[in-house]
């Protein structure tokens, strides 16, 4: 059971939405809760669809909040005369299940905090769903046309209705529709919400230790020292908020900006100087009022604290395109930079964030040309032209790295480039990938055959010839701007792992995330750090076990115990696994493990052994098909070959009796006769005692 999927898997997603939506209804009506299973997909289908992270598992006051006061009141149309469905309950149940079955992401809220999210917007959610402003087009209409007599179940009715709205011929709420249209073409609608590509989790030192770098950073120091300088009582500056010339020279000299002052007669002309004074105002450190530059009295925190410090600068770095690339006078203008300027900042810094190489800076540039591409228009000019264009935006993106090099959130070397950042083999990828592949995208990736412009196959040519002839600039980013990078991803709601982050999370939560979301390496530190502060390894690996055998999903279970087989050290992944063989619970799912690793071959299991991985398989075949009916047509297609695998299930030792009981009945009603008679054949096999075995729950 997985709690994630990437949104082209739409039928994956919703076989896991329909399974887990069974068996929160079952588990709703064994607590006595209440629940709405169409309002229980339409919540999944939200963090499926519409946010950055798409984790199912994971509630923040954001994600209640959109919900109940966006999502539900775009997508769902509750015509006159029908029942409200309870949403704010359905949420509630929803997330009391969630935690309940160990599904919840451990670095999500508690569930007492994502309950109390739900009270504190559920009041509001009746009136967001009448709402017409919040409306999505289709329920527009569609209520427009029932509120007007319309039977919108009827096809032709509904259809006529339509064609009387296009002549005019219909009174709708136009102060409405029209908000609904200035939504959707402003790119507002939550549908609309792209999903992040997934980052790799990334190790950070202790704050103290990026708090001691902070502070050796001369920027930080910079800063810091013009706003002592500017103090409470403020300094004089000129009509246009400029520092007068005299000031200006003390300040070059208080802080050492290395800004020439000969000849200079006004402040404005000096260059650093005045990008460290509008970096100063964009971080909230120093304002002007009333003819004077004065500091800020809410930053003393701030300022007192370098490694906030050092964070409100690099969130300023954003708002610096003016002062940093900005035309300096009438006689010129900017480059194709400074229209996309937070955009490609942006793109850059979580372009470099987690990657375990540093980027050559010729991939990192073109990369950034792409970008360009798919912003503007370019017309049929000369290739003149075109350069001098790329040419500018190459040199004020320097100007961009330079600043951050400055600050310190990247550190610039010359070397080889990694391998991994040259050719990229797509010869398996098949003729529609690569017919489907943009021209400029091919010729990037150096993808043979794909571009077959003679000339872009050149310049493709000698952008790999630049990659590899000698040694060149390798850009990356330094733990400060890794943990900068990181903040502002999560701020975007994205997911950003980070070792460590799960050293306190429950076991079944730590093995579903290292499952979902940890590479290898990185699983491996993880794991090894959670079991430390446990303090005692054999009760720590025995915590780990005992959430495997609770895990009442199968398919989820036999993830979590493959995880285990990956990240503990030294054979000891297999060597725990070799002795949960003999574990009534565990063995289908450790045989399953070792059989698909291949360090079980089919000749050294028993008999018994080789019906228990049969029947394991089985189950989990259910899960993934999406419960009972996506099961049935999955076996109604095997047919016999079916019949005859489920028979041969049905009389293993598998423990899972209610699961191997649900299978009888799916094989009883996909299956039909021969389905029926494996199912009764079972059910008196385990009357008569002839399996000597009791049936478990």
Not at 385 to 410: C, K, P, S, T, Y
Not at 584 to 598: G, I, K, V, W, Y
Request: charged content about 30%; proline content about 5%; overall charge negative.
């Amino acid at each position: 059971m997985r709690m994630r999927f990437e949104p082209e898997a739409e039928e994956e997603f919703e076989a896991a939405r329909g399974l887990l939506v069974d068996r929160l209804v079952r588990w709703a009506g064994e607590q006595g809760l209440p629940v709405d299973g169409y309002m229980a997909e339409t919540a999944l289908d939200y963090r499926h669809l519409a946010t950055a992270d798409g984790r199912l598992g994971l509630w923040e006051s954001r994600h209640v909040e959109e919900l109940l006061l966006s999502w539900l009141p775009q997508q769902v149309t509750e015509l006159p005369g029908e029942e409200r469905a309870d949403a704010p309950g359905t949420l509630r149940t929803l997330l009391r299940y969630l935690h309940a079955a160990r599904l919840a992401d451990p670095r999500g809220p508690s569930l007492q905090d994502s309950l109390a999210a739900v009270d504190r917007v559920a009041e509001q959610h009746l009136a967001a769903m009448t709402d017409r402003t919040r409306w999505g087009l289709a329920k527009f209409w569609a209520m427009t046309a029932a509120e007007q007599g319309v039977d919108v179940q009827d096809g032709a009715a509904f259809q006529r209705f339509a064609d009387r709205a296009q002549r005019g011929e219909v009174a709708y709420d136009q102060q409405a529709l029209a908000a609904i249209m200035e939504r959707r073409l402003t790119g507002r609608t939550l549908s609309g919400v792209a999903r992040a590509e997934p980052q790799l989790p990334v190790m950070l030192p202790p704050d103290d230790e990026l708090r001691r770098r902070a502070e050796a950073s001369t920027t930080v120091a910079q800063l810091r020292g013009l706003a002592e300088w500017a103090g409470q009582g403020g300094r004089p500056v000129t009509a246009k908020g400029r520092l007068r010339m005299a000031e200006a020279r003390e300040l070059v000299d208080v802080l050492g900006t290395g800004d020439s002052i000969e000849g200079v007669r006004s402040s404005a002309d000096l260059p650093r100087l005045g990008l460290l004074m509008e970096w100063a105002k964009k971080a909230r450190l120093v304002r002007v009022a009333k003819g004077r530059l004065h500091a800020v009295a809410r930053a003393r925190p701030v300022l007192a604290d370098p490694l906030q410090l050092w964070l409100r600068a690099f969130d300023a770095c954003f708002e610096l395109r003016q002062a940093l690339i900005g035309a300096r006078s009438g006689w010129h203008v900017e480059s194709m930079l400074f229209d996309v300027y937070e955009h490609i900042l942006d793109d850059v810094l979580n372009t470099l964030y987690s990657l375990p190489y540093p980027m050559p800076w010729p991939r990192l540039r073109d990369t950034v040309h792409l970008a360009y591409r798919t912003s503007f228009q370019f017309d049929a000019g000369l290739d003149l032209q075109h350069r001098m264009w790329f040419e500018h935006a190459d040199r004020d993106l320097r100007a961009v790295l330079d600043l951050l090099d400055d600050l310190g959130a990247i550190e610039r070397d010359r070397g080889m480039a990694d391998p991994v950042f040259l050719d990229i083999d797509l010869s398996d990828a098949g003729p529609e990938l690569l017919a489907d592949m943009p021209p400029e995208l091919a010729e990037l990736l150096g993808v043979a055959g794909a571009a077959t412009d003679p000339a872009a196959r050149e310049r493709a040519d000698a952008r790999r010839e630049e990659l590899t002839a000698g040694p060149v600039e390798l850009i990356r980013l330094t733990e400060l701007g890794t943990r900068a990078v990181r903040q502002r991803l999560l701020a975007a709601g994205r997911d950003a792992p980070l070792v460590g982050e799960l050293a306190q999370a429950p076991a079944a939560g730590l093995l579903g995330v290292l499952a979902e979301d940890y590479d290898p390496d990185a699983a491996r530190t993880e794991l090894a750090g959670w079991i430390t502060a446990r303090g005692e390894r054999e009760g720590a690996l025995r915590q780990l076990t005992d959430a495997v055998r609770t895990m009442t999903f199968r398919t989820r279970a036999q993830a979590m115990l493959d995880v285990l087989l990956a990240a503990l050290p030294d054979g000891e992944g297999e060597r725990l696994l070799r002795t949960l063989r003999r574990d009534t619970q565990l063995a289908p799912l450790a045989l399953n493990t070792l059989a698909h690793r291949e360090l079980l071959s089919p000749e050294d299991m028993t008999d018994a052994e080789t019906l228990l991985v049969l029947a394991e398989s089985l189950l989990q075949l259910v899960e993934l098909a999406g419960g009972a009916d996506g099961a049935e047509e999955t076996l109604r297609a095997q047919g016999s070959q079916a019949r005859d695998a489920i028979a041969a299930a049905l009389d293993s030792a598998h423990p899972d009796r209610a699961g191997l009981d649900e299978l009888g009945q799916l094989a009883a009603r996909a299956l039909g006769a021969h389905g029926a008679r494996v199912g009764r054949a079972r059910k008196a096999r385990r009357s008569s005692g002839k399996s000597g075995r009791k049936r478990r729950r």
